[in-house]
């Protein structure tokens, strides 16, 4: 298919901004063929609907996904930045990139990235989702480990300050916006089942665990 910039891109900017609306909630969204891969294909539309000239951008995690910023930005003039500073990031779902980006200041909470997830096949995590655009708690599962759902919490605590993500998927994209509340279902699963959890995160170790291990260079050092 060829890209129309002005359809297709007005296509996609609404599917983005279902998904921002209904948090967690897959929404179709036309393909660019820009990718064999759906859900990198996927992710294609959302930059080619959100970038332009003014913004940064910038691929962590894949060579696949740096050569396909490579392209988006030929087709949008978007400027190339490091991952700490972009406004928007491109990573699989299994690199984590949540603590790394720019969050924003109180002053200028716009400077928040915007992170696009491209989903790692095998990889899915229930949690339970609440915040503006859902009408009570919900209960989805997202392909995000573990660990960068932790972080994509700690980043957003302060509420305007934080980041926001679309999650590429191979049927569509979802979006998880700072506004969004997100928390694993680890009370509902621990009522079935014992669980471990690895994590570099002293918040959620705090906030999940019963008992909490402290390793060090593969040794335990305080249990």
């Given at each position: 298919m060829t890209w129309d910039a002005v359809h297709d891109g007005r296509t996609a900017f609404h599917a983005c901004m279902r998904a921002v609306c209904r948090p967690g909630a897959t929404q179709p969204i036309v393909r660019p063929a820009l990718a064999v891969d759906a859900a990198i294909d996927h992710a294609a539309a959302v930059l080619l609907a959100l970038l332009d000239a003014d913004v940064t951008v910038a691929a962590a995690g894949s060579p696949a996904l740096d050569a396909?910023?490579?392209?988006?930005?030929?087709?949008?003039?978007?400027?190339?930045?490091?991952?700490?500073?972009?406004?928007?990031?491109?990573?699989?779902?299994?690199?984590?990139?949540?603590?790394?980006?720019?969050?924003?200041?109180?002053?200028?909470?716009?400077?928040?990235?915007?992170?696009?997830?491209?989903?790692?096949?095998?990889?899915?995590?229930?949690?339970?989702?609440?915040?503006?655009?859902?009408?009570?708690?919900?209960?989805?599962?997202?392909?995000?480990?573990?660990?960068?759902?932790?972080?994509l919490r700690e980043v957003n605590r302060h509420g305007l300050v934080g980041v926001d993500a679309f999650i590429a998927l191979p049927d569509g994209v979802c979006a998880l916006p700072r506004s969004t509340q997100v928390e694993e279902l680890i009370d509902e699963l621990r009522s079935q089942f014992s669980v471990v959890i690895v994590t570099h995160s002293m918040q959620q170790a705090a906030r999940v665990s019963q008992k909490t291990a402290f390793f060090h260079l593969g040794y335990l050092v305080e249990y």
């Amino acid at each position: 298919m060829t890209w129309d910039a002005v359809h297709d891109g007005r296509t996609a900017f609404h599917a983005c901004m279902r998904a921002v609306c209904r948090p967690g909630a897959t929404q179709p969204i036309v393909r660019p063929a820009l990718a064999v891969d759906a859900a990198i294909d996927h992710a294609a539309a959302v930059l080619l609907a959100l970038l332009d000239a003014d913004v940064t951008v910038a691929a962590a995690g894949s060579p696949a996904l740096d050569a396909l910023v490579a392209g988006i930005r030929t087709r949008t003039g978007a400027r190339t930045d490091d991952v700490a500073d972009a406004d928007f990031v491109v990573a699989p779902t299994g690199h984590p990139v949540a603590h790394l980006v720019h969050r924003g200041t109180p002053v200028a909470p716009e400077r928040g990235a915007t992170i696009v997830y491209v989903a790692d096949a095998g990889c899915s995590t229930p949690v339970r989702l609440d915040g503006p655009g859902l009408a009570a708690p919900t209960m989805v599962d997202l392909p995000l480990p573990t660990a960068e759902l932790g972080a994509l919490r700690e980043v957003n605590r302060h509420g305007l300050v934080g980041v926001d993500a679309f999650i590429a998927l191979p049927d569509g994209v979802c979006a998880l916006p700072r506004s969004t509340q997100v928390e694993e279902l680890i009370d509902e699963l621990r009522s079935q089942f014992s669980v471990v959890i690895v994590t570099h995160s002293m918040q959620q170790a705090a906030r999940v665990s019963q008992k909490t291990a402290f390793f060090h260079l593969g040794y335990l050092v305080e249990y």
